[in-house]
């Protein structure tokens, strides 16, 4: 049992020469030219028609490209709060992600005439909001957008069996979308990824020759949490600098915090609390520096589904703090190890979803291939905290 668990129990076919016929005079020779030729018209015809056919059908069953997607595969998708009150402008999802046939709306007029509304929790839950009117029109259905811990997500049980559909960063929610993704890098440079994408480079010399070692940037302190015991103990091993509410100054923004980590050798990538598939931003601001993450949160298990086993250190990993303090010392002092915390890089790429723009326009996508599903989400309170 690691560190971790310690703080969470808080063909074709060939043709048959016939060289005899060949052989036998000039009178077997002009019939088998005749057999001949007479096969190769017949398949010519054969194929011909078959093509010409094959074309008639297209022009007749294939849709105008001129023309406009038909009605009903239309969606439109009523933005029912802004997400925290933040009012953004709404994309256009062909424009920014080639997501077609999708109409964006945060005005509640069209309430009647949405296939789909997306209702972000926070402020149902709080009750800033109120949940759209009943009964709802015909086939609409209700999405459930959260991106909040469990510990984060109050009054869940009030909402059982009122949406149709979950949007979360669970990976086994009904419309899935994580903080961050490993894109591999042939793939990188086409279409929607090469827009929202970050090139990643493999170690160079600078890598292994970093002022700082272990970083950690926190907003939200609490005595309760596992990483701040973590913390406690980890600092009387090794150096940590601390920024945040907790300790220095550092301006917002992620291009901040990227450029603060390319100081350091590790990041402490550790999760205000620890639940299924719960893994943030923190992990990806240490990829995009090249800081080596060393994390608590979930299982290593669910890590190893967005990062190569060795991108990342897990606490679970070491039985005690203070081993996990000798392995990260190692490791700065030996370039050889600590380089295979970091050879992957090359190969990848890291998208980040756009927030909520990106969120909004894959729920659009995900409502129009599930048109013919109304059946409402049961137990929601039971599978978010499980």
């Known amino acids: 049992m690691g560190v971790g668990a310690h703080w969470r129990a808080a063909g074709r076919p060939t043709v048959t020469a016939r060289r005899a016929e060949w052989r036998t005079g000039s009178s077997r020779r002009q019939i088998c030219w005749e057999r001949v030729l ?25 849709p105008d490209p001129s023309a406009s997607p038909p009605e009903e595969d239309r969606v439109t998708l009523l933005i029912w709060n802004h997400p925290f009150g933040q009012y953004r402008e709404l994309p256009d999802c062909w424009e920014l992600f080639q997501i077609d046939r999708c109409t964006l709306t945060d005005d509640e007029r069209e309430y009647p005439n949405a296939d789909a509304v997306i209702i972000h929790h926070r402020e149902i839950a709080t009750r800033r909001v109120d949940l759209p009117p009943e009964p709802r029109p015909r086939a609409q259905k209700w999405i459930w957008l959260n991106y909040e811990s469990p510990s984060h997500t109050p009054r869940l049980w009030l909402l059982e069996g009122v949406f149709n559909l979950t949007m979360s960063y669970r990976t086994d ?24 994408t970050h090139q990643l480079r493999g170690p160079s010399h600078s890598d292994f020759r970093r002022p700082r070692l272990v970083a950690w940037v926190v907003s939200n302190w609490s005595e309760s949490q596992a990483r701040v015991s973590l913390y406690y103990e980890l600092q009387k091993f090794i150096r940590i600098d ?25 990041y402490l990538a550790l999760e205000n609390s620890l639940h299924t598939d719960y893994i943030t931003e923190k992990l990806w601001n240490a990829v995009l520096a090249g800081a080596v993450p060393v994390v608590l949160g979930p299982p290593r298990k669910s890590y190893e589904r967005f990062l190569p086993p060795e991108a990342f250190i897990h606490v679970d990993d070491f039985a005690t703090v203070q081993e996990l303090s000798r392995y990260l010392l190692m490791l700065r002092n030996n370039p050889a190890r600590l380089r295979r915390h970091l050879d992957w890089r090359g190969r990848y790429s890291v998208h980040l979803p756009v927030f909520w723009g990106e969120h909004f326009c894959t729920a659009c996508k995900a409502v129009r291939k599930s048109r013919d599903r109304t059946d409402g989400v049961k137990d929601l309170a039971l599978w978010f905290h499980s």
């Open 38 to 62: 007479r096969r190769s018209y017949s398949s010519l015809w054969g194929a011909s028609f078959g093509f010409l056919f094959l074309l008639g059908v297209c022009f007749i069953y294939l």
């Open 242 to 266: 601390v920024f945040g509410s907790a300790g220095r100054t550092l301006a917002k923004g992620c291009d901040n915090v990227v450029q603060l980590l390319r100081r350091y050798f590790f």
């Open 173 to 196: 929610s009904d419309i899935f979308l994580p903080y961050g993704y490993l894109v591999p890098r042939e793939r990188a440079d086409t279409g929607l990824q090469s827009r929202f």
